[in-house]
Each structure stands twice: as C-alpha cells, then as structure tokens.
C-alpha cells in the first residue's frame, strides 16, 4: 500500500551534516502523519523525530534536539530529517516510518516503514 524508499545517509565527521530524505508512494500522503527512528549496533530502534500530517506540529528526542529538525514538502510526498552537528553516537541505520496509530514516540505507532540507511558519523 505504501513503499517509502530512503536517500541521504553515508559517511559524515563529527560536526558535520546530512539531510536524509523520504520518499513516499500514493496520493494519501498528505493524510497521515511521518517519523523517523534510528537503530544503532546492538541496540533497540529508538524514535528520533515526527511531523503531523499538515507539518504544523513536530517533535524530536532530546538526544537529537536542537540539531535534528524534520520537515514535510506533502507536493512532493517527501519527508526529511536535516542533521547538523551530528556525532558518532548518531551513527546508526536510520528508518522513515509512515501512517501512524497513535501519538506513542515507539516503533510500534507506525504502519508503514522504509528500508534504513547507513549514517555513519566518525569520530
């Protein structure tokens, strides 16, 4: 029903940045709100920011805050996740997630999820 196909990760230096993009499928994409999660070595896939569906509302985790920002251009069925002074804790594969359930900041609120991709932040 819905594919999301990831672009943007790679290999950055600590302080640097890189814009991750989301690509969505259908014409409901206006309609349901978007996430991205990351999931690093060995540990659990953890919420980094989400977006309502119009973009008005957005939130971000702490560890990310002030240096993640998630945006929405809903013309182009396009989410993204700018990343600025990112550090090698960032290092993680990182998921778009789509059509949430409910407002819960876990991977299980979303219906729809993209296929990861590498960011790698060295140190």
């Known amino acids: 029903q819905v594919q999301l196909v990831e672009s943007g990760g790679g290999l950055v230096q600590t302080g640097g940045s890189l814009r991750l993009s989301c690509a969505a499928s259908?014409?409901?994409?206006?309609?349901?709100?978007m996430g991205w999660f990351r999931q690093g070595p060995g540990k659990e896939r953890e919420f980094v920011a989400d977006?309502?569906?119009?973009?008005?509302?957005?939130r971000s985790a702490d560890s990310v805050k002030g240096r993640f920002t998630i945006s929405r251009d809903n013309a182009k069925n396009t989410v993204y996740l700018q990343m600025n002074s990112l550090k090698p804790e960032d290092t993680a594969v990182y998921y778009c997630?789509?059509?949430?359930?409910?407002?819960?900041?876990?991977?299980?609120?979303?219906?729809?999820w993209g296929q990861g991709t590498q960011v790698t932040v060295s140190s």
């Open positions: 997630a789509a059509d949430r359930k409910s407002g819960q900041l876990v991977p299980s609120a979303y219906y729809y």
């Open positions: 977006i309502s569906a119009s973009g008005g509302m957005r």
């Open positions: 259908g014409r409901t994409f206006s309609m349901y709100a």
